[in-house]
């Protein structure tokens, strides 16, 4: 047994400390980056924000309106290609657009959405980006997958995870993946920590994992626990290439979720409810189901969002997003916020 008795982070305990900047308005910030991935060899420019694989929020209704922020959606590995046909007919512009797959194929070769990526990608050569999607990036069949999905696409630019280590990070990354997801068990329908027991707290974990990844030319993106723009933000500042949302987008009229009674459903790809509608290779049981108050449109968040990422860009003098890093220095803290009219908040 080794205890590491280290003090782990999460974005709550600690908060971006102003300095001296000369940036004037939060207009000046440059919230894009262009990347250019070690394995793929693709060049992308894009904010780097992502609505996440999830049923509600990894929708092309979602995508439709992120494209306009330059932003990504992953879609979700139960979309059918049918589906796909005819959602790219509608103005879904590729470029800001990922098909999933999780690792079914390793066991069964005809696996649903392994066939569903090799159609989509085949008929929709400008998809660029294919994530491969798991709970648990650390079983050893999941880096041979990585290696053969690398082989068969070689200039695809691929999106693989889920770790929380500097170690695996580094050997995916040496498998051919670009973009390694970081996050075992903070996200908002997540109960990992609850019922296994394990994870390492988020900031934390993106912190050392751009690390490892920066060593090795990779980059990292960093998968739930946003609870807020400041997240996304000191997300950023800890070296996250790419920011990760569920939660954050979902209950909007974009999740294609209907409203009932005020309030849309959302739950975890590892919940009962993901099995009970997808079927039982969904693994139950680390993932709840909630009903959200219904948000309306997504785009008033993701501006309020993007402001709040420029604001903090404005504190800390980073007049691109790609300084943000450069520029942040955190403070840890044991209350961050005020919340003496919280009981009181009508928003
Ligand atoms: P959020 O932004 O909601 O905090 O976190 C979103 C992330 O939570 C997803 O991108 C995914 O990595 C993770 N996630 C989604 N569903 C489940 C689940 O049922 N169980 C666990 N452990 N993680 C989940």
């Not at 047994?1 to 999460?10: A, F, S, W, Y």
């Not at 294609?256 to 039982?280: L, N, T």
Request: proline share 3%; charged share 25%; net charge neutral.
């Amino acid at each position: 047994m080794r205890l590491n008795t280290e003090l782990k982070l999460n974005y709550a305990d600690v908060l971006l400390q102003p300095k001296r900047s000369t940036l004037s308005s939060r207009r000046d910030v440059d919230i894009t980056r262009t990347f250019t991935f070690q394995n793929s060899k693709e060049t992308y420019t894009c904010v780097p924000i992502v609505a996440s694989n999830m049923d509600g929020v990894g929708t092309f209704s979602m995508a439709k309106v992120l494209q306009e922020y330059k932003m990504m959606t992953v879609i979700t590995k139960t979309t059918t290609p049918e589906q796909w046909k005819q959602a790219v007919g509608q103005g879904i512009k590729l470029k800001y657009i990922s098909v999933c797959t999780g690792t079914g194929k390793l066991w069964d070769k005809d696996a649903e959405d392994y066939a569903t990526l090799q159609k989509v990608l085949k008929s929709y050569p400008d998809v660029k980006f294919i994530t491969i999607d798991v709970a648990n990036g650390y079983h050893e069949n999941y880096v041979d997958f990585v290696k053969q999905v690398r082989d068969e696409f070689p200039d695809k630019t691929i999106i693989a995870g889920n770790v929380v280590t500097a170690e695996m990070v580094e050997q995916l990354i040496l498998s051919g993946a670009d973009v390694v997801k970081i996050g075992i068990g903070p996200g908002s329908v997540c109960t990992t920590r609850t019922m296994a027991g394990v994870g390492v707290p988020q900031f934390s974990a993106v912190v050392e994992c751009a690390d490892a990844a920066n060593g090795v030319g990779g980059h990292i993106m960093a998968d739930g626990g946003c609870v807020e723009p400041g997240d996304v933000a000191k997300a950023f500042g800890g070296g996250a290439h790419f920011v990760m949302l569920g939660g954050m987008l979902a209950g909007h009229n974009e999740s294609e979720v209907e409203v009932k009674d005020g309030f849309r459903e959302f739950y975890g790809m590892s919940s009962d409810r993901a099995r009970e509608i997808h079927g039982k290779r969904y693994r139950g049981n680390e993932g709840r189901r909630v009903f959200l108050p219904d948000r309306g449109p997504v785009s008033e968040t993701v501006e309020d969002m993007l402001g709040g990422v420029r604001s903090a860009c404005t504190y800390i003098g980073a007049r691109r997003l790609k300084d943000i890093p450069k520029c942040a220095s955190f403070v840890r803290t044991n209350t961050a916020l005020n919340e003496v009219y919280k009981q009181y908040d009508r928003d």
